[in-house]
C-alpha cells in the first residue's frame, strides 16, 4: 500500500498569504514517524514560508518560523493543526503591531 492522502485544503487570504496543509497516512508506522503519518503544513507568502510544520525523512516532527526550526512534539492531528493555526496568528499579530 502506498501512502494516502487523508486531509487537503489550500487557502489564499485577502493579503496574498497561503495557507496549504497535507497529511498522508502510511501504509506503517516506524520509528521516525510513530503516528504513521507524513504532513505538510505551510503558510506563506510571495514564496517566503512563514510557519511551516512537517516531519521530512531525516528529521522528524518539527516547525519552522521564519528561518528558526525547531522539534515539534506531535501527539494528534487535531493538536497539529491548532497548532499551526496558532502560530500562524501569532505571527500575524506580531506584524500588526
Known amino acids: 500500500m502506498k501512502a494516502r492522502r487523508i486531509f487537503y485544503d489550500k487557502a489564499v487570504l485577502a493579503d496574498g498569504a497561503i495557507v496549504e496543509m ?3 497516512q502510511l501504509p506503517k508506522a516506524s520509528p521516525e514517524r510513530p503516528h504513521g503519518l507524513k504532513y505538510s503544513l505551510f503558510y506563506g507568502r510571495n514564496g517566503l514560508r512563514i510557519v511551516g510544520y512537517d516531519n521530512e525523512r531525516g528529521k522528524g516532527d518539527h516547525k519552522h ?3 528558526t526550526e525547531k522539534r515539534y512534539r506531535f501527539s494528534s492531528v487535531e493538536k497539529l493543526i491548532a497548532d499551526f493555526l496558532a502560530d ?3 505571527v500575524k499579530n506580531a506584524q500588526s503591531k
Request: aromatic fraction near 22%; hydrophobic fraction near 45%; charge should be neutral.
Open 88 to 90: 500562524i496568528e501569532k
Open 22 to 24: 497535507t497529511i498522508w
Open 65 to 67: 518560523i521564519y528561518n
